[in-house]
């Protein structure tokens, strides 16, 4: 009788008798007297059992969970986000599954005002970048206290407006050196992505890479310049304790910047004290590296200590 009742069952149901089965103390009764209450007991009362204080949504929402029964593990998933604030995320999941669950544990442990945005939302893959994001700003003290509310139907685009305005408010830090007149300093995101539209370059976002420079201006380790007459914007990496990379120098569109200018910066940079190197020592690197590699060719061992010892003698010696 209740072999042919389960075989009838809707999911839901079958779902219920599987977490009633792992889950409820009852189960761990004798098989004959666990079946009397499994065939005597409507299917949301052996859920309830299984799962106390979930909410009555959940049954009708087990329809989602797959056609056969899970494991313990998943059951008890379900009953602790269930329980949980972002219940309306599972309960409303097209398909309650592991990633789904994946989900919600997720929410549960990020930052309250972005897992409620991407709780509602219903966005996986940008919730985590978001997160993320938002730590970084409230580190900097750049979140402020009406920026992540928003109204009901606000999209990502409206997070990520209020995201990159908040970015803007962190101050550059001083790179410790004057800059070279004609030059000024930029001091924000904001002012950088600004002039990275003006001149139409890869400075400005969603260029690809331009959150890298915006971040780099940020952290320090980036100093960006701007000139009006010739109109130029300039970009330096800093690669060690005072030593530098010119990145870039260039006009409107990634003009070459005027005859002799980039030499004019250069001395400027020197005489405030400023050490530019030609190139960054990862460039360096690679390129010494593979000189090697094409000398020796392929099939040997670039990194066989004894040989290189061998080698090196054999050179002094010569």
């Not at 409107?252 to 405030?272: D, I, M």
């Not at 590296?289 to 099939?299: E, K, L, M, S």
Request: proline share 7%; hydrophobic share 45%; net charge negative.
């Amino acid at each position: 009788m209740l072999i042919a009742r389960l075989i009838v069952a809707p999911r839901e149901a079958v779902h219920s008798v599987g977490a009633f089965l792992h889950l409820a103390p009852d189960a761990c009764r004798p098989d004959g007297e666990v079946a009397c209450v499994i065939n005597d007991s409507n299917p949301r009362d052996l859920l309830a059992a299984a799962l106390p204080g979930s909410p009555s949504r959940l049954y009708r929402a087990l329809d989602r969970a797959g056609d056969r029964v899970h494991g313990q593990e998943f059951y008890r998933r379900v009953g602790k986000v269930a329980a949980g604030p972002f219940a309306d995320a599972m309960l409303e999941a097209k398909a309650i599954d592991d990633a789904c669950l994946t989900y919600c544990e997720a929410l549960s442990v990020m930052d309250p005002e972005v897992a409620a945005i991407f709780a509602a939302l219903r966005d996986r893959y940008h919730a985590e970048f978001a997160d993320s994001l938002v730590a970084f700003l409230r580190a900097h003290r750049a979140v402020g206290e009406n920026d992540l509310r928003f109204p009901p139907r606000a999209g990502l685009p409206a997070l990520v407006r209020r995201l990159i305005r908040a970015l803007g408010r962190i101050p550059a830090p001083d790179p410790g050196f004057e800059v070279p007149a004609p030059y000024r300093r930029i001091t924000s995101t904001d002012e950088l992505q600004r002039l990275g539209r003006e001149f139409q370059n890869c400075l400005a976002l969603h260029n690809w890479g331009a959150a890298e420079h915006h971040l780099r201006l940020i952290d320090g380790s980036g100093v960006y310049l701007v000139a009006d007459d010739p109109r130029l914007l300039v970009a330096l990496h800093r690669v060690g304790n005072g030593l530098w990379v010119l990145d870039q120098c260039a006009g409107p569109k990634n003009e070459a910047p005027p005859e002799g200018a980039q030499a004019a910066l250069l001395r400027g940079l020197a005489a405030n004290g400023v050490k530019v190197l030609t190139t960054d020592p990862q460039t360096a690197l690679a390129r010494l590296y593979g000189a090697i590699r094409r000398h020796r060719g392929p099939q040997d061992d670039d990194l066989n200590e004894a040989v290189d010892d061998e080698d090196d003698g054999e050179e002094v010696a010569a």
